[in-house]
């Protein structure tokens, strides 16, 4: 047969258009769109469904090293397992460099993690916490030229956290290598100051973890960072934009002409500060950072995605066990806000909720879709045109769905490692029915059907979106 696959009766949806047309796959690529194909070893039937190019999920954490007291609720195969179920075909987790130690043996120790237990395609972002100058002068530029085109610097956390002149050492390398940089944007000594305050006066419950971080203490180092980005004339992604303020700082660099890029996820259209107010504990389960904010930043987050401010919707995905497995759970960690591990799980339920709160009800098209969850994350980081899209040539990494239909979102239905979902019982409308990485399939009606190590580990071109203005 000259097809190993026809995908054929579907709505092929891409960033730019709407058609409808059959998919002929061969050795794991797409080998032609065409009104009908025929001669296939073997046929998908799509009529009634939306053809898109697999999610891509550019923020996600897998088993990242989280101190003694606490590990990660999944591991490559279940994130990966997740992640198909949900219609994703790639993730994008994170290498972390542990302080004191040398960041190739850091990646070499998440690739053996992977390696052989994926079961859709990852590609690894660096996190640097010690910029020595071996680091910033061998390791990185080393690094970058082997693939791993973008890392990840945060701007709090006691293990993570840079200071203003290590982070503008770390811009000038990506800007010498074009990579690109992540920046997590919130204010340590703020949190500090404000974590402290709370605890002496008995504010402890997880309620208090949004209080001890406000939107004022994420703008405040957005700004820090966009500031340094326009010394340094170097292209910036900042993450997980939670609200109005920061959202608004990314909008001004951008109408300044500079090439500030942004992500917002799930959790800032769905859900509140008022989600961390559950009895008991329970809050505990929407602890993430930055955290949930109000209706006016949803509204905000809204006007972003629909003006063009984000260029990816990423989940975030960052899970824990609620009721811990094996004492694997700090002791304090139900004792005050500020031992919670931050982080909620999230990619088997990111398409669902933007193409439900988005397409469904009719904020942003079909096309909008497809860039913020598939296109755009290839496109800016390196993956693009190996994937992100369907044409000719594109790995045939594909999510056929049904825009129809209605599903309640429950944990019992979910194949992530974390014991709740922030989403349960959240409805929506539109649900991944198949998902094929590479063509083969690998989830089908809510069952994982891929094989571990069938996900291959990626590196990744340097990236357009990365090259600096004054080049
Ligand atoms: O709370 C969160 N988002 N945890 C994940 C780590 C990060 O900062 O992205
Ligand atoms: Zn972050
Ligand atoms: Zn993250
Ligand atoms: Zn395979």
């Known amino acids: 047969p ?80 997740a992640a198909a179920a949900g219609g994703n075909t790639c993730v994008m987790p994170f290498a972390l460099q542990q302080r004191g130690t040398s960041l190739r043996r850091c990646v070499e120790e998440y690739r053996a993690l992977a390696e052989g237990r994926c079961i859709i395609d990852t590609a690894f972002h660096l996190i640097i916490s010690d910029p020595t100058p071996e680091v910033l002068g061998q390791e990185l530029p080393a690094l970058v030229k082997d693939g791993y085109t973008s890392f990840k610097v945060f701007m709090t956390y006691d293990d993570l956290v840079l200071n203003d002149r290590q982070l503008l050492e770390v811009f000038e390398v990506a800007r010498r290598e074009q990579a690109l940089v992540m920046v997590h944007c919130e204010g340590y000594d703020a949190i500090r100051y404000m974590t402290e305050r709370l605890e002496r006066s008995g504010q402890t419950r997880p309620f208090f973890h949004a209080a001890s971080r406000p939107q004022v203490v994420e703008r405040e180092a957005a700004h820090r960072a966009i500031s340094h980005a326009e010394l340094v004339d170097v292209p910036i992604v900042i993450v997980h934009v939670s609200g109005r303020e920061a959202m608004e700082q990314v909008r001004w660099a951008q109408q300044r002409g500079m090439k500030i890029y942004a992500e917002t996820c799930p959790q800032y259209i769905t859900l509140t500060a008022e989600d961390l107010d559950g009895l008991n504990m329970e809050g505990a389960k929407y602890v993430c ?183």
């Open 2 to 81: 000259e097809f190993d696959l026809a995908i054929r009766g579907g709505t092929i949806v891409t960033a730019a258009d709407t058609m409808k047309a059959d998919i002929g796959i061969r050795d794991g690529r797409i080998a032609t769109l065409s009104a009908s194909v025929t001669g296939a070893a073997r046929e998908i039937d799509a009529t009634g469904l939306l053809v898109l190019p697999g999610g891509i999920d550019s923020h996600v954490h897998i088993s990242q090293y989280q101190g003694p007291d606490i590990s990660m609720a999944d591991d490559f195969a279940s994130a990966t397992a």
């Open 289 to 471: 950072s930055p955290p949930p904010r109000d209706a006016d930043s949803q509204a905000a987050i809204w006007e972003g995605l629909t003006q063009g401010v984000f260029q990816t919707f990423s989940s975030d995905h960052c899970p824990f066990r609620y009721d811990a497995v094996d004492g694997k759970l700090n002791p304090k960690a139900r004792t005050s806000f500020r031992w919670v591990p931050n982080g909620i799980p999230g990619v088997e339920t990111r398409l669902p909720i933007l193409f439900s709160e988005g397409v469904s009800k009719g904020r942003i098209s079909l096309q909008t879709f497809v860039a913020l969850t598939a296109t755009n994350h290839a496109r800016l980081y390196g993956l693009y045109p190996q994937k992100g899209s369907i044409g000719v040539g594109f790995d045939a990494d594909i999510t056929l769905w049904d825009p129809a239909k209605r599903e309640t979102i429950r944990q019992e239905i979910l194949h992530h490692g974390a014991d709740y979902t922030p989403w349960e019982g959240f409805a929506v409308t539109g649900w991944p029915v198949m998902t094929l990485s590479r063509g083969v399939v690998v989830a089908e009606d809510g069952k994982v059907t891929g094989t571990a190590g069938h996900g291959q580990i990626l590196s990744r071109d340097i990236s357009d979106f990365a090259r600096p203005r004054g080049l």
